[in-house]
């Protein structure tokens, strides 16, 4: 079957399986018990909005019955309004809810257009949390209106019925009564039975409910008009909500929730039977190692994996059931935790936790719904541990587990009735540190860069090695630094070094930077190096706006180290510096120093709080953009000529003197030096045999090194010989002088050794042996000096030195031998010149007969 055809059968099930809950949503009257808002449809906003605006919002919910009632009201302003919302979507959980929709008209010109009807209705599951492996179940009721334009009035009104029974007839409920858009009227109206006490705590000035109380029940009523626009800042700490709110509890204490928890986290003996045979066949002791090896299985071989429909949105899965399937969510997993340690005589509880609000869960009224997450308490040879079962790949030993900062928590366990005071974890940490090695002589560089990880940093970088492919991961690496040198490529593949023990990840990079020195377009004839810290740019790099009336976010706990060390050749004019930038939520360090040719620059970036308060916040921004002024470093040397025109002449002149005195010794060579042959022959033989191979590489010698010398364009770079000469590097001046020389002598003289072979004069084995020699002797020399100037050659060039240094001394080893012992060669090169003078004087020379 075609794959188009499965898709097209699966969309189908997909369909049928949806439509199978349409009966969970009817057209049904208004609730008698409904106060009904009618929308001020000539209302128009009294400041700048979007493409639509709101111009009633009304919720009204009756806890008896289990019933919350939501009518809206909608202007477009926009097209692009209509493109927003022309689609009404109600979220709903089928296991327990049900939609009974009441009303839905277009107001246009006057008139009420009817779009009310069921066939319209779909219902779909879109599973929003998806991508954080969590699936609730629930539906989604979507309405795609028709005909829409702007100026149109859309007014729906539904009601939900049914509660989650997980709730246990507790209420709990945040009411809100201001959003991130203007509104023209709200109604928020809550109808509990009178005999349930409520506590209710204002926030942000959020003005008090009108109550009433009638039939057995008690109404808390609050009506808003024209309520702007609320828009927060970015970047500001989640505890923190400036918006107004109400909290509506019926728990009058914090025991009150460890009871209602207590009643869906406990477990019937026959689980614990079944999970006792489970552990004991895994695990047989209960030492600290076996602590940590039932810690390391919840949390690596249990995969976090949610199905949290009905109860289970917050009553955890079977312990047994978790352990088989091998997934679970973060009560499952904590569950299964404390249980399988309170299996092996440990006491350990879970406990319940706020991601969001933090330390200020204290704030919060106790409440069923003030948590989001689940963790384990573990107490230990008198010393409580904490463990977040949901976070993988963690190191470390059972005292240094890294635990979140999530500041305080409520244990389930019989006769809690407080909030625990949770620890801060010890920070971890990056501490970078960068190797550059300078080649002043070829302009490039190499990078050696060793990051350690420690505590948290090892957890995140241990997993992100284990969910990402090698290759990605390099990649990713090499374009991280390519935003500084875009020419970098990797010298070495990446290699990481993890000690899961004490929880201490390494990551080594190497990389050659063929283009390190910049020329400078500011300062004619000079040349640049940068050395710039990304690290502790990601930190520094902030919103430049101070005018905030909220705190500004930061990573808490959290300490980054970078240092950077450049080895150069020769003593340069750099000052040593020193700055320190401060405050009760950060602190930066920054030195620069230079000893012994070793410039090292080193930045220390480390938070003190999650948050900097709203009056700190203009230092805040004026300190980090003083930290991002220090972040780049750069050196510069002069490449400008030696003369007052500013043009080297040096390559040159030693090139033109070089070239004569090669033409000098070539001319002597071929015309002064012509033995007698070894053995008296006048005649040679045709050069054939294994001399055929030596005729194939002289030929070859003058093309390779002329392909060489033009991918080393820095030996005829005036601001190459100047660069040296500037930077009162002696030794290497004196070596790129000499490979220049000898580089101009080895061409010519090659060049002469052809014309000397195929005319076979008898001047060719001792000239060949030099030949020879001289190479496998420079070649040698060569790589003795670049091993010595700098740690600066990669292991592939490296490799490339010792390749044609072992190829010259095999071609030495065997062919000066050959051309002083072998007959072949005696009997081939026997040919000399005859001089003959002429008579205005001149002399020529001829091949004897």
């Not at 910049?518 to 690290?535: P, R």
């Not at 490799?799 to 000066?816: H, P, T, V």
Request: charged share 20%.
């Amino acid at each position: 079957m075609p794959k188009r055809c499965l898709q097209a059968v699966a969309l189908c099930l997909i369909f049928i399986g949806f439509n199978a809950y349409s009966q969970q949503v009817i057209l049904a009257p208004l609730p008698t018990w409904i106060t009904l808002h009618e929308p001020a449809i000539s209302a128009q906003p009294k400041t700048s909005v979007g493409g639509y605006y709101y111009l009633l919002i009304e919720q009204q919910e009756h806890v008896r019955k289990q019933e919350s009632f939501i009518h809206n009201a909608y202007k477009f302003i926009t097209s692009e309004g209509i493109q927003e919302m022309a689609d009404i979507n109600i979220n709903f959980d089928p296991v327990y809810q049900k939609i009974l929709f009441h009303k839905l008209v277009i107001h246009r010109d006057g008139k009420e257009i009817n779009h009310l009807n069921k066939n319209a209705i779909r219902t779909i599951q879109r599973e929003q949390d998806m991508d954080r492996f969590v699936y609730d179940g629930s539906l989604t009721a979507i309405i795609n209106l028709k005909d829409i334009r702007v100026g149109d009035v859309v007014e729906y009104a539904y009601t939900l019925k049914g509660y989650n029974p997980i709730y246990d007839g507790h209420t709990s409920r945040n009411i809100y009564l201001n959003y991130s858009m203007p509104y023209e009227k709200g109604v928020k109206r809550l109808i509990a039975p009178a005999e349930t006490k409520l506590y209710l705590k204002y926030k942000n000035d959020a003005p008090k409910a009108i109550e009433e109380t009638a039939n057995g029940n008690t109404t808390y009523t609050w009506i808003s008009d024209q309520v702007p626009a609320h828009i927060e800042d970015s970047n500001i700490p989640t505890w923190y909500d400036s918006y107004q709110s109400i909290q509506v509890t019926d728990c009058a204490d914090w025991g009150e929730v460890v009871t209602w928890s207590l009643e869906h986290f406990g477990l019937k003996q026959a689980e614990l039977d079944a999970l006792k045979k489970r552990v004991d066949e895994k695990w047989e002791n209960n030492d600290d190692k076996t602590i940590r090896d039932i810690i390391r299985f919840v949390q690596d071989e249990i995969r976090y994996l949610g199905f949290e429909s009905g109860l289970n949105s917050h009553k955890p899965h079977g312990p047994v059931k978790v352990f088989d399937q091998r997934f679970g969510d973060c009560k499952d997993k904590s569950l299964l935790l404390s249980t399988i340690l309170r299996h092996k005589g440990i006491s350990a509880s879970p406990m319940l936790v706020n991601t969001n609000t933090r330390r200020y869960l204290s704030d919060v009224l106790p409440a069923i719904n003030a948590f989001d997450h689940c963790v384990v308490e573990i107490e230990l040879k008198g010393k409580k541990i904490y463990v977040d079962p949901t976070i993988n790949n963690q190191g470390g030993s059972l005292n240094e587990i890294y635990f979140p900062n999530y500041a305080a928590g409520l244990v389930i366990k019989e006769g809690e009735t407080t909030l625990t005071t949770l620890p801060t974890s010890p920070v971890g940490g990056i501490h970078e540190v960068d190797t550059f090695d300078v080649n002043f002589l070829e302009g490039t560089a190499a990078m050696v860069i060793r990051t350690s990880y420690k505590g948290s940093d090892a957890d995140n970088q241990r997993g992100y090695f284990a969910s990402n492919s090698f290759e990605s991961i390099q990649k990713g690496y090499v374009n991280y630094y390519g935003n500084l040198y875009p020419e970098i490529k990797e010298a070495e593949l990446l290699r990481i070094n993890d000690d899961r023990e004490k929880n201490i990840f390494i990551v080594e990079e190497k990389y050659h930077v063929p283009s390190f020195w910049k020329k400078s377009t500011d300062v004619e004839g000079q040349s640049y190096a940068e050395f710039y810290s990304l690290l502790i740019e990601n930190l520094a790099s902030i919103s430049k706006s101070s005018q905030r009336t909220a705190p500004y976010r930061i990573s808490y706990p959290s300490s980054f180290q970078h240092t950077m060390h450049v080895r150069l050749s020769s003593e340069w004019n750099i000052d040593a510096e020193e700055k320190d930038i401060s405050s009760d939520a950060y602190k930066y360090r920054y030195e620069v120093s230079f000893v012994n040719h070793n410039l090292s620059i080193y930045h220390h970036y480390s938070t003190l709080s999650d948050h900097v308060p709203v009056s700190n916040v203009t230092k805040f921004v004026d300190d980090h953009q003083a930290i991002m002024k220090n972040l780049s470093y750069m050196i510069a040397f002069d490449t400008s000529a030696t003369n007052s025109a500013g043009f080297n002449w040096t390559p040159i002149i030693v090139g033109f003197v070089s070239i004569g005195l090669a033409l000098l010794l070539v001319r002597f060579l071929y015309f002064k030096y012509d033995p007698m042959p070894a053995n008296g022959v006048t005649r040679g033989q045709p050069i054939g045999g294994w001399l055929i191979l030596v005729a194939i590489g002289l030929s070859l010698t003058p093309l390779r090194l002329a392909y060489d010398l033009f991918n080393m364009p820095e030996f005829f770079d005036p601001e190459s010989w100047s660069g040296l000469w500037r930077a009162g590097n002696w030794f290497l001046f004196s070596v790129f002088f000499v490979e220049y020389v000898y580089n101009i002598f080895y061409f010519f003289f090659s060049v002469l050794l052809i014309a000397l072979f195929f005319n076979k004069r008898s001047s060719i084995p001792l000239l060949v042996s030099i030949f020879y020699g001289a190479t496998f002797i420079f070649t040698l020399l060569d790589t003795l000096v670049a091993m010595n100037i700098n740690d600066m050659y990669t292991s592939k060039e490296q490799s490339e030195f010792y390749k044609d240094l072992f190829r010259s001394f095999i071609a030495a080893a065997i062919w000066i031998p050959y051309f002083n012992v072998s007959e072949r060669v005696k009997e081939t090169f026997v040919e000399r010149l005859e001089p003959t003078q002429g008579e205005d004087n001149t002399v020529t020379y001829t091949f004897r007969n």
